[in-house]
């Protein structure tokens, strides 16, 4: 059981190149989630997926595209990469959103990868 | 005002000390408080989790919420130097899946 892993695990890359950045996951879980790492501004959520085929945007997303063809999988992307795109990014999965049992959040927690450090130049 | 407002530190302690680490927020909907630990360059794991007001103890971890007063701490007794790692607390209305995270704060202990 490998959690979530992230591929790569660092990237250097020039204006205006693309890439996309690969999460994956085997514990079966319903979200996933991309969040961005900055010194002084702490994790902020890029996308996030509630089940496989749907996609949606969260506090930064501007500059990203994602895509959750499988349930394992979810995939970020950066079509025209800026230095302000320098940053760890952390995929994250759980089981799901919403307490099992009133006033516990069960088991549901996010369960995160160990991070992509990507540069811009 | 930001939601979560969390004292990066850096916060350095001798071996054995008693840690305190605080979150105020300003977002009185939230319900489901959780404090994640991340070392260097590794990902966040959650550490605590609260529902509502209140304490839970862990070992030597100890969270508290106080929602009257909006703010959430984590207590660390007998601090190890295996415990230095940055301390993010986090966030959620419970309503749906995003957490809201706190900036973190930087905790070495030293032997």
């Known amino acids: 059981n490998a959690g979530v892993t992230q591929t790569p695990k660092f990237r250097v890359l020039k204006t205006g190149q693309s890439m996309t950045l690969l999460c994956a996951q085997d514990?079966?879980?319903?979200?996933m989630y991309w969040y961005r790492q900055d010194p002084g501004m702490g994790l902020r959520l890029i996308h996030y997926?509630?089940?496989?085929?749907?996609?949606a945007k969260g506090e930064v997303p501007d500059g990203y595209n994602v895509s959750r063809l499988k349930k394992q999988n979810f995939l970020l992307g950066l079509e025209s990469a800026a230095p302000s795109q320098t940053s760890v990014y952390f995929c994250?999965?759980?089981?799901?959103?919403?307490?099992?049992?009133?006033?516990?959040?069960?088991?549901?927690?996010?369960?995160f990868g160990p991070g992509t450090r990507l540069t811009v130049l | 005002q930001k939601e979560v407002e969390q004292d990066p530190g850096p916060l350095s302690v001798p071996e054995g000390a008693i840690v305190s680490l605080n979150c105020t927020y300003s977002?009185?909907?939230?319900?489901?408080f959780m404090w994640y630990r991340q070392y260097s360059r590794k990902g966040p794991e959650l550490l605590m989790y609260?529902?509502?007001?209140g304490n839970k103890e862990d070992g030597r971890f100890t969270a508290q919420v106080d929602k009257s007063s909006k703010y959430i701490s984590l207590f660390i007794r007998d601090s190890q130097p295996s415990d230095s790692a940055t301390y993010l607390c986090?966030?959620?209305?419970?309503?749906?899946?995003?957490?809201?995270f706190g900036k973190g704060t930087l905790l070495t202990v030293n032997p």
């Open positions: 514990m079966n879980h319903e979200y």
């Open positions: 997926s509630v089940g496989e085929g749907t996609t």
């Open positions: 609260t529902y509502s007001s």
């Open positions: 986090a966030m959620s209305r419970g309503s749906n899946y995003k957490l809201t």
């Open positions: 994250a999965s759980s089981y799901s959103a919403f307490p099992k049992t009133s006033g516990e959040f069960n088991t549901d927690t996010q369960y």
């Open positions: 977002n009185s909907a939230f319900q489901y």
